[in-house]
């Protein structure tokens, strides 16, 4: 199994109506800390044709990670997460202390 594949089996698993962060996602696919590498991993994933809810996973500050090179999936991110009763405050942020998956140990 490929370290992708390891990133994908766990994001697979986040519920509707719940967000990981990048580093969460890095540590439950037992990677330490390369949340980086989660970030890329999820970045080349084919949106059109994947059932994994990539959209669910967010930066450490409960912020959709915006960058130029997502090619305006930000906004479709933040619609999808919407979408599934995730609620954003005025600055752009979840309350991780809400959505925060918890996976049983």
């Given at each position: 199994?490929?370290l ?76 999808r ?25």
């Amino acid at each position: 199994m490929s370290l992708y594949d390891k990133i994908y089996e766990v994001v697979y698993q986040v519920p509707r109506g719940k967000v990981a962060t990048y580093g969460q996602i890095a540590e439950l696919a037992n990677l330490g800390q390369k949340a980086r590498l989660v970030g890329y991993a999820l970045y080349k994933i084919p949106l059109e044709t994947t059932d994994i809810p990539w959209h669910r996973v967010i930066n450490a500050k409960g912020e959709i990670s915006h960058s130029i090179w997502r090619k305006g999936t930000d906004y479709l991110q933040r619609s999808r997460l919407e979408s599934e009763g995730i609620k954003f405050n005025t600055q752009g942020k979840i309350n991780l202390s809400e959505y925060l998956w918890k996976p049983p140990v």
